[in-house]
T-cell receptor, first 112, second 114 residues
Framework: KQEVTQIPAALSVPEGENLVLNCSFT??????LQWFRQDPGKGLTSLLL?????REQTSGRLNASLDKSSGRSTLYIAASQPGDSATYLC???????????FGGGTRLMVKP | GAGVSQSPSNKVTEKGKDVELRCDPI?????LYWYRQSLGQGLEFLIY????????KSGLPSDRFSAERTGGSVSTLTIQRTQQEDSAVYLC????????????FGQGTRLTVV
């Protein structure tokens, strides 16, 4: 059974800092990995999708990497802003039905 | 529509009542998913649809839960005889297909059973 772990569970940083969120998964036979953002009381917003054949994806200040063999992904946020404050969720798809197994999330607070 | 739409956004119901939660996927998306997010439990998969068919119902927590999808579009998640442990945010997602594609989520329905 796939298990997804995110470390740290919570993170507080000053504005402008670069930061890395970590995601690890136990079953490396994945199709893809997706990073989401969730604001309080809201749904999930897709940030980046990395296919199993890819090593990284970039969108603006966000960069996600994937090391499938070691079961790890990182989300790098450059020059953090208070508006980046949210919970970041990592989810792995490793079955033909495209269902996702989620990590517990990292709650990020960026202080002005 | 432009995104995944869920209704109602909030639902308070009395224990023992039945509730229906609705999901409108992105137009053209053949795959539809229901997840549940409970406080302290994280996100768990409930059921998915490919078209109108639900190949995997293993994630439904009990036989009080059922779901259907008609016309390859709107889906309804029904919870019968609600219990307090059913209180959670129910999230719906859709994707273009079941094959390795990006999932897009709705805003969720917050269900509170009192």
């Amino acid at each position: 059974k796939q298990e997804v772990t995110q470390i740290p569970a919570a993170l507080s940083v000053p504005e402008g800092e670069n930061l890395v969120l970590n995601c690890s998964f136990t079953d490396s036979a994945i199709y893809n990995l997706q990073w989401f953002r969730q604001d309080p009381g809201k749904g999930l917003t897709s940030l980046l999708l990395i296919q199993s054949s890819q090593r990284e994806q970039t969108s603006g200040r966000l960069n996600a990497s994937l090391d499938k063999s070691s079961g790890r992904s990182t989300l790098y946020i450059a020059a953090s802003q208070p508006g980046d404050s949210a919970t970041y969720l990592c989810a792995v798809n490793n079955n033909a039905g495209n269902m996702l197994t989620f990590g517990g999330g990292t709650r990020l607070m960026v202080k002005p | 529509g432009a995104g995944v739409s869920q209704s109602p956004s909030n639902k308070v119901t009395e224990k023992g009542k039945d509730v229906e939660l609705r999901c409108d996927p992105i137009s053209g998306h053949t795959a539809l998913y229901w997840y549940r997010q409970s406080l302290g439990q994280g996100l768990e998969f409930l059921i998915y649809f490919q078209g109108n068919s639900a190949p995997d119902k293993s994630g439904l927590p009990s036989d009080r839960f059922s779901a259907e999808r008609t016309g390859g579009s709107v889906s309804t998640l029904t919870i019968q005889r609600t219990q307090q442990e059913d209180s959670a945010v129910y999230l719906c997602a859709s994707s273009f297909s079941i094959l390795n594609t990006e999932a897009f989520f709705g805003q969720g329905t917050r269900l509170t059973v009192v």
